[in-house]
Every structure is written in structure tokens, then in C-alpha cells.
């Protein structure tokens, strides 16, 4: 067993921006929404959602005996954004792949708190498992998932990476989850511009503009591509217009800050943009998650 409120206290000190710790169980709440949700193709061309079932709805397949979710939060909310006129890269993807980052950051917590590491009793995912994420953020107490589908917490926003440590280890302590304060807002589904958001919490992929510049490997359907505007790398905009995101700060963490050669970046110059560019400007950066010729097909749909 360990203490809640140890692991609290050492995930402030770590630098989280937020820790909650949640049960496990079947996340059976889920579990209607979530097979609706893949039956209707809202996936779009992330097969492998259709994968790991159990574990996704039980990460008791992920570490034998799982007890504990211990969920964490890290603020990637950029101080200075690229100008308006320049290419839009989603704000999480400024700075240094957040994997590396969050992986070794659980590591310091967990390793401080037991003594043990990434083996045994306990591992540790950020966006690299078959976990709900935003569902065990919301059962531990860190906020709730707003209409635009993000963990929101109050007083902070949702511009925030999502980590767990699942164990076999319980706590002393479980925390409760938050209601639902989206109340009668539905700014992010109006301004969304593609109308990917067809319900509170519905997101449609196969129009959402963040996952067609980033996951999808095809080409942007022509109706989903004439709303591009000067989107490069993803879509912030259900983002930025909720209310909520008034509490953003920047992020603390220094590699989280913009490479300068993203400053430069300039729409006229993206014509002829080569893999050696490429490389060098988005050498540590997620923005590789699109890959090269992913890039490059979003450049060509860049309006002028
Ligand atoms: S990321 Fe952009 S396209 Fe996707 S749902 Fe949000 S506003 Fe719509
Ligand atoms: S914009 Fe409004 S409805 Fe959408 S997530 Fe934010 S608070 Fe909820």
C-alpha cells in the first residue's frame, strides 16, 4: 500500500500540474459509448482502436493484479504562439516529444514514492497504451470531459498532457470524480469547423482536422480540406474557444518550449520544404508523428 497523499505531494514536487488516484474497474460506463462509437466508424482509419478491448475498459490486462490508476496532468500551454499568420502547429507539438518527457518524469515520481521502477508492481503510459486516459483522469478526480471530447480542470483549462501509473499496489486513499460543468455551453461544437463534433462528446474523426493532418495516412477528403485554412499540424480550436482555457498559463517545463526554428516558419517558404528541413526543424518534436509525406500533404492543402 502507499500513501495518496505522498504521491500527491511528490507528483507537485516532480512538476505535475495535477494527481489524482483512481480504483480499478471495469470502466463499464464506458463501455456502450465506446463499441456505439467504434460500430459507427467514428475511428476512421485507427484500426488498431478496435484492439484490446478489455484492457482498454480494465488496464488490469496491462499489469497483473492492477489495483490503482494514479493519473497525472502536465500543462504543454505554449507562452509565446506561432503569429496568426504562420502555419498552425497544435500547441502540444512546440516543443520536445511529450513521451520521453512524461515517461522519465513518472519514473522520478514513482521511484521516489516506492523505491521501484518501470517493472513488477507498477508501469507507466502516456498516449502509448490501450488505456482511456481522459475516462481515468476523470475517475481520479482531476476534472471532467467536456463536450469537446478534452479533460477539463477547473480553474486550469485542458491545454494538458495525460500520464498513468497503473499498479498492483492500493492506495490508502481513492478520489471521487468531478461533475460535469460544461452546464448549457456548446461553444466547441460551434465553432468547430468541420462539424467533427456531432453531438456533446461525439467526435466524428473522419472530419475531425486534427486527425486527418496528423494520424490519418490518406489523402484530406475535399470537403474536410477546403476548412484547412492554415492548419499544418492538428486543430487547437475546440480548444480555444472554451471558456475554461481563460485559466491557461504557460507551460513550466522548459522542454515544452517552441524550437526557434519554428518561429521561422513561414507559409511561402513550406513550398519546396525538404526531408533534410524536415529533419532538422522536427528532429524531437511529436510533429514526426505525421511523418514526412503526411507534412507534405498538408502543406499542399494550405490555403494561400
Ligand atoms: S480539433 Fe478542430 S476539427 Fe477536430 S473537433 Fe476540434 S475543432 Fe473540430
Ligand atoms: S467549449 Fe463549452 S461545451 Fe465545449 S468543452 Fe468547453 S465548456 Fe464544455
Redesign the pocket.
Known sequence: MFSAAEIKEKAKKTGFDACGIAQVATADSEALFFDRWLKEGNHAGMAYMENHREIRLNPAGLVEGAKTVISVALNYYPEQKLPPEAPHIAYYAYGKDYHFVIKEMLNELWSAVTGQTDTGTARFFTDSAPILERYWAWKAGLGWI???T?L?IPGKGSFFFLGEIVTSLEADHYDMPQKDR?GS????LEACPTEALEGPRHLNARKCLSYLTIENRGEIPAEQAACLGNRLYGCDTCQE????NRFARPTRIEAFRPAPALFSLRKEDLKGFSREEYNRIFAKSAVKRAKYEGLIRNIHNLKD
Do not use: A
Not at 185 to 188: A, E, F, P
Not at 241 to 244: A, I, K, L, N, Y
Open positions: 467536456g463536450k469537446n478534452n477539463i460544461c455551453c456548446s461553444r466547441c474557444v472554451c471558456p475554461w
